[in-house]
């Protein structure tokens, strides 16, 4: 109990910290960039390999084991940090998450879940309740524009207004991918009341900044493979709250990637 009320307090503290100390500045949009920039060039190197999903990289009796737990129905959960020549890369005054999750869902098919991931206007329904309002903004063959609301409460509540661009590619018949990127994220201010308002963009709680997903959907075994990458971008920890903090802001995009994963899976069943 006496550790829950500190993490309450720090929480609440990261939230109310004063707004000029979390200003989105121009070398954390580089530093984050140029992370993006190496994390797609593994991922091209993996796909020109022939590693199309994560576990395909792994030991042979390490895959297995995974193999087995997905087709025991666990979503598989892992942390990523990309490296520049064996070195963390710094990000200024901000934070990258970065996971990959697997779920395999029998009996689905390729063409069923492309449908569903594309059906922007249905994603408030199937990712409800952190997904508020949900629409299609624009669609012109594999590109798509679309918005969401997003919600993430965990001791304080967050709404955010987020606006992505994505792109599909279909590889053959039983594999595609999909990017999907942030272009637009603004914190909402009294979401729902009447004095609802967007906060400046970039000078906010910084709670998420950027956020890019990255898909991969393999028929195979039954089934349908759905790998989900999230890289996102946060504001850094305060000094001084880091030990009470850092475990409950970590946790999020992880735990937000197992419920996307496991809501998908739930729609195609």
């Known amino acids: 109990m006496h550790r829950y009320l500190l993490l309450t307090i720090g929480v609440v503290l990261f939230a109310r910290y004063p707004s000029h100390a979390v200003e989105l500045k121009p070398e954390t949009i580089a530093a984050f960039n140029h992370y993006v920039q190496l994390s797609e060039q593994r991922m091209r190197n993996d796909l020109q390999s022939g590693s199309f999903l994560w576990t395909e990289g792994l030991p042979i009796q390490q895959g297995e084991k995974i193999s087995e737990r997905l087709k025991g129905g666990e979503v598989v959960i892992q942390k990523l940090e990309t490296l520049e020549r064996g070195a963390s890369i710094s990000v200024p005054g901000g934070l990258i998450h970065h996971w990959v999750g697997i779920v395999f869902i029998p009996s689905a098919s390729l063409k069923q879940t492309l449908a569903l991931l594309q059906d922007y206007d249905g994603h408030s329904r199937i990712y409800s309740p952190h997904v508020l309002r949900s629409k299609l903004i624009q669609h012109n063959g594999d590109d798509f524009k679309f918005s969401l609301r997003l919600r993430e409460t965990k001791i304080v509540t967050v709404v955010l207004d987020t606006d992505y661009d994505v792109q599909y590619v279909r590889l053959n018949s039983k594999q595609a991918y999909s990017r999907s990127y942030s272009t637009r994220v603004a914190e909402v201010e009294s979401a729902g009341e009447p004095g609802e308002h967007e906060k400046p963009i970039g000078?906010?709680?910084?709670?998420?900044?950027?956020?890019?997903?990255?898909?991969?959907?393999?028929?195979?075994?039954?089934?349908?493979?759905?790998?989900?990458?999230?890289?996102?971008?946060?504001?850094?920890?305060?000094?001084?709250?880091?030990?009470?903090?850092?475990?409950?802001?970590?946790s999020i995009p992880r735990e937000s990637l197992g419920f996307t994963l496991e809501r998908t899976r739930a729609a195609l069943n």
């Open 203 to 250: 000078n906010d709680s910084g709670f998420l900044w950027r956020l890019n997903s990255y898909w991969r959907f393999w028929e195979r075994d039954g089934g349908v493979y759905v790998q989900l990458e999230a890289v996102s971008l946060t504001r850094d920890i305060p000094e001084g709250l880091g030990w009470l903090i850092r475990p409950f802001i970590i």
